[in-house]
Nanobody
Framework: QVQLVESGGGLVQPGGSLRLSCAAS????????MGWYRQAPGKQRDLVAR???????NYADFVKGRFTISRDNAKNSVYLEMNSLKPEDTAVYYC?????????????WGQGTQVTVSS
């Protein structure tokens, strides 16, 4: 069994910052990539940032220069530092792991954490 658990969401004013954390646990044989997606009400789930096992990153255009993804391999964890937050960043943020677990190699998802940017 593999679990991804996010933390760090909350309410923040425009221009503020938040740091999201995601820890993967369970029988993990290999992690290919971990990343963050977000979904606002009535909208599709979009990629925010992704970090591969060899250190390659990609960011959605709407967060470039504001968000930074990082990882701690020893803890099977990934982080998202979010700065200069805007009201349009309001969404549920989901951690994603492209990894090899007991049921094979596929995407695993966390339960999501709410980020609300409002004054």
């Amino acid at each position: 069994q593999v679990q991804l658990v996010e933390s760090g969401g909350g309410l923040v004013q425009p221009g503020g910052s938040l740091r999201l954390s995601c820890a993967a646990s369970g029988s993990i044989f290999r992690i290919y990539a971990m990343g963050w997606y977000r979904q606002a009400p009535g909208k599709q789930r979009d990629l925010v940032a992704r970090l591969t096992s060899n250190g390659n990153t990609n960011y959605a255009d709407f967060v470039k220069g504001r968000f930074t993804i990082s990882r701690d391999n020893a803890k099977n964890s990934v982080y998202l530092e979010m700065n200069s937050l805007k009201p349009e960043d309001t969404a549920v943020y989901y951690c994603n792991g492209d990894l090899d677990g007991p049921s094979g190699s596929h995407d695993y998802w966390g339960q999501g954490t709410q980020v609300t940017v409002s004054s």
